[in-house]
T-cell receptor, first 114, second 115 residues
């Protein structure tokens, strides 16, 4: 089974801090994704990566950046955290770009910015 | 752009009974896949079932089945013999042939199962 591991289940940070959310997958998947999940808004794509050192903006990239130095690891960075970034963050991966590929999700990180 | 709409924010069902969750989508693509995912409280989101647009036969996975109406752009999920463990948020998702693997998700439906 694919294992997608997010480094923290719960995280509390302060406004203005630089925040790192880490995600690791163990199945050699090509593509990795970061979403935020808010009540009534579903999942919104922040950034995705289709290869090492490659990244593309999703629907809501403002205030975020990402890093993929190794195939298995995809990091989400909040450059200067703000209270409106309090949310649940989900990492996901897929084997390749085929439309039949389901997403494999991590457990999520519930981030609170105070 | 593709959109996915789940019109039922919340649904409830009695244990052992059947419930149907609705999903509609909008697309101009001819080939695509549709998915239902389940997110139990405080647990990982997992795939429930998927359907290819070119397949006329509705997908089935044990107690879970879909009613795929391509012309109506409707993709509902039927859960038979509901169990307490089915309580979760359910998301409908779309991936098109030209989407480069990116999913478009609905807003989710929270399903409560009453004992």
């Amino acid at each position: 089974d694919v294992k997608v591991t997010q480094s923290s289940r719960y995280l509390v940070k302060r406004t203005g801090e630089k925040v790192f959310l880490e995600c690791v997958q163990d199945m050699d998947h090509e593509n990795m994704f970061w979403y935020r999940q808010d009540p009534g808004l579903g999942l919104r794509l922040i950034y995705f990566s289709y290869d090492v050192k490659m990244k593309e903006k999703g629907d809501i990239p403002e205030g975020y950046s990402v890093s993929r130095e190794k195939k298995e690891r995809f990091s989400l960075i909040l450059e200067s955290a703000s209270t409106n970034q309090t949310s649940m963050y989900l990492c996901a991966s897929t084997y390749d770009w085929g439309p039949n590929q389901p997403q494999h999700f991590g457990d999520g990180t519930r981030l609170s910015i105070l | 752009a593709q959109t996915v709409t789940q019109s039922q924010p919340e649904m409830s069902v009695q244990e052992a009974e059947t419930v149907t969750l609705s999903c509609t989508y909008d697309t101009s693509e001819s080939d695509y896949y549709l998915f239902w995912y389940k997110q139990p409280p405080s647990r990982q989101m997992i795939l429930v079932i998927r359907q290819e647009a070119y397949k006329q036969q509705n997908a089935t996975e044990n107690r879970f089945s879909v009613n795929f109406q391509k012309a109506a752009k409707s993709f509902s999920l039927k859960i038979s013999d509901s169990q307490l463990g089915d309580a979760a948020m359910y998301f409908c998702a779309y991936i098109g042939d030209t989407n480069a693997g990116k999913s478009t998700f609905g807003d989710g439906t929270t399903l409560t199962v009453k004992p």
